[in-house]
């Protein structure tokens, strides 16, 4: 993802701030605000600064809720906060008891996986989402790190959850395992420089329940890391943000075939 303007950021942290302030109630654990107290924000902000000029309010929003922008220090000392969708135009400060970035831990291992993909797709692919997206169709790593069988079907997924508003999932997987039992697998990859946080995950298990209901929902996060290592995170489904847990992450790197150990424990951090 291209890095963001350093005064458009700045401008839009300041106009965040402003909505914040705007509704914000001590002891209230969710704020509600929609699009016009954004347009509010965006005309103070551009009142005392008129170099500013915001090309796109529905991004300044987005901005924060997807991650790519960190939360101004002055909002965060009173929470940590969250932005969640509540509808068409509608959204919420919602508080949390623990940061909204997803912890990647720093000591795990790194299990070395012989890279199969095409030369071609490599070449082509790039350095954003969509090229970790491939790499992990063609390496099958969500089979390896899920134990299932797992079939792509569609990625970019945008739709509409009543209640919660437009969501837009990275990509989406149906599973099965040894018994049949069949499962629903929508994926949030992040590159290096961006971050996973909660505020996607949540969409990605809003998303699940409503349009899959009768499916085992099992959410997963990649994060690429700086060495081009992929961080798997299985998240649980919860109703709060807070109730949602990380569940078993494993680090993969891919590499050529003749760096993979043959020594099988060398390569198995678990020790299975």
């Given at each position: 993802?291209?890095?963001?303007?350093?005064?458009?950021?700045?401008?839009?942290?300041?106009?965040i701030e402003?909505?914040?302030?705007?509704?914000?109630?001590?002891?209230?654990?969710?704020?509600?605000?929609?699009?016009?107290?954004?347009?509010?924000?965006?005309?103070?902000?551009?009142?005392?600064?008129?170099?500013?000029?915001?090309?796109?309010?529905?991004?300044?929003?987005y901005a924060?809720?997807?991650?790519?922008?960190?939360?101004?220090?002055?909002?965060?000392?009173?929470?940590?906060?969250?932005?969640?969708?509540?509808?068409?135009?509608?959204?919420?400060?919602?508080?949390?008891?623990?940061?909204?970035?997803?912890?990647?831990?720093?000591?795990?291992?790194?299990?070395?996986?012989?890279?199969?993909?095409?030369?071609?797709?490599?070449?082509?692919?790039?350095?954003?989402?969509?090229?970790?997206?491939?790499?992990?169709?063609?390496?099958?790593?969500?089979?390896?790190?899920?134990?299932?069988?797992?079939?792509?079907?569609?990625?970019?997924?945008?739709?509409?959850?009543?209640?919660?508003?437009?969501?837009?999932?990275?990509?989406?997987?149906?599973?099965?395992?040894?018994?049949?039992?069949?499962?629903?697998?929508?994926?949030?990859?992040?590159?290096?420089?961006?971050?996973?946080?909660?505020?996607?995950?949540?969409?990605?298990?809003?998303?699940?329940?409503?349009?899959?209901?009768?499916?085992?929902?099992?959410?997963?996060?990649?994060?690429?890391?700086?060495?081009?290592?992929?961080?798997?995170?299985?998240?649980?489904?919860?109703?709060?943000?807070?109730?949602?847990?990380?569940?078993?992450?494993?680090?993969?790197?891919?590499?050529?075939?003749?760096?993979?150990?043959?020594?099988?424990?060398?390569?198995?951090?678990?020790?299975?």
């Open positions: 993802m291209p890095k963001q303007n350093p005064e458009l950021e700045r401008n839009r942290a300041l106009v402003h909505v914040f302030k705007a509704v914000y109630q001590p002891g209230v654990a969710e704020l509600p605000f929609t699009l016009k107290e954004i347009e509010k924000g965006i005309a103070a902000i551009t009142a005392v600064n008129p170099d500013y000029v915001e090309g796109n309010k529905y991004d300044v929003r924060f809720a997807s991650g790519r922008q960190e939360m101004p220090a002055s909002i965060d000392r009173l929470g940590p906060w969250m932005i969640g969708s509540r509808g068409k135009g509608k959204y919420a400060f919602v508080k949390l008891a623990t940061p909204v970035r997803v912890q990647i831990p720093a000591d795990l291992a790194t299990i070395l996986l012989p890279d199969a993909t095409p030369q071609i797709v490599l070449e082509y692919a790039g350095s954003d989402e969509q090229g970790t997206l491939a790499k992990l169709r063609y390496n099958r790593l969500l089979d390896i790190y899920l134990q299932l069988a797992c079939y792509h079907l569609q990625n970019h997924w945008k739709t509409f959850v009543k209640g919660k508003g437009q969501h837009e999932i990275d990509d989406l997987y149906v599973g099965l395992n040894t018994t049949g039992k069949q499962y629903i697998i929508p994926v949030e990859a992040k590159c290096c420089g961006d971050h996973l946080n909660k505020t996607q995950v949540v969409q990605m298990i809003d998303f699940a329940q409503t349009k899959y209901p009768k499916l085992i929902i099992r959410p997963v996060g990649v994060q690429e890391m700086p060495d081009g290592s992929l961080v798997f995170v299985e998240f649980t489904p919860g109703k709060h943000p807070d109730e949602i847990k990380i569940k078993e992450p494993r680090r993969y790197k891919l590499v050529p075939m003749r760096e993979v150990p043959m020594d099988v424990q060398q390569n198995d951090p678990v020790g299975k």
